[in-house]
């Protein structure tokens, strides 16, 4: 059993609109969580991190963490076609020693 | 410069052949990753090093080893290459607080034919 879980994709969203990603974990007593923007045959790079339920804003994103579901996710607001990309979900799952665990990623289209 | 650096950024090789991949880093982070990418699967946690003297294997170590040199170093060898080790590879790095994030190397892409 997959401990992250996205749909895998392509979300295709029009230019401006939002894009809305989901990320589900199994762990309950994961602690961390975040989120990276990857370019086709690039590394990842950092979006945002969240550790507390409720949301977290940062720019034009915002993740969002409900402990209780076990789920996290990030809205892309006024989506630009340089939001096309692979977002990965990360989760620094209990007993860890720092590692993360990663979803396999949601594609996003963003069409003019 | 990037502060974590992996070099070859692609490599062509051989069935059973030796490959050593290499990273290092400016970060001054204790511990260092290795993870593979295949489409569809997301990164995979080969080894990772929370310090020179320590060396874990992760969920997908079979037919690898490592080496930790130095804190900065931090190298991925595979003995006898396979076709299916063909991926991309990344080396990350963590200053290891809870609310830590990897930040990445920018991969090597290895092909084993």
């Known amino acids: 059993q997959k401990e992250v879980e996205q749909n895998s994709g392509p979300l295709s969203v029009p230019e401006g609109a939002i894009a809305s990603l989901n990320c589900t974990y199994s762990d309950r007593g994961s602690q961390s969580f975040f989120w990276y923007r990857q370019y086709s045959g690039k590394s990842p790079e950092l979006i945002m991190f969240?550790?507390?339920?409720g949301d977290k804003e940062d720019g034009r994103f915002t993740a969002q963490l409900n402990k209780a579901s076990q789920y996290v996710s990030l809205l892309i607001r006024d989506s630009q076609p340089s939001d096309s990309a692979t977002y990965l979900c990360?989760?620094?799952?209990?007993?860890?020693?720092?590692?993360?665990?990663f979803g396999a990623g949601t594609q996003v289209v963003v069409t003019p | 410069d990037a502060d974590v650096t992996q070099t070859p950024r692609n490599r062509i090789t051989k069935t059973g052949k030796r490959i050593m991949l290499e990273c290092s880093q400016t970060?001054?982070?204790?511990?260092m990753y290795w993870y593979r990418q295949d489409p569809g699967l997301g990164l995979r946690l080969i080894y990772y090093s929370f310090d020179v003297k320590d060396i874990n294997k992760g969920e997908i170590s079979d037919g690898y080893s490592v080496s930790r040199q130095a804190q900065a170093k931090f190298s991925l060898s595979l003995e006898s290459a396979i076709p299916n080790q063909t991926a991309l590879y990344f080396c990350a790095t963590s200053d290891g607080g809870n609310v830590s994030p990897l930040h990445f190397g920018n991969g090597t892409r290895l092909t084993v034919t």
């Open positions: 969240i550790y507390s339920n």
């Open positions: 990360a989760v620094r799952i209990t007993d860890s020693w720092g590692k993360l665990q």
């Open positions: 970060k001054g982070h204790d511990r």
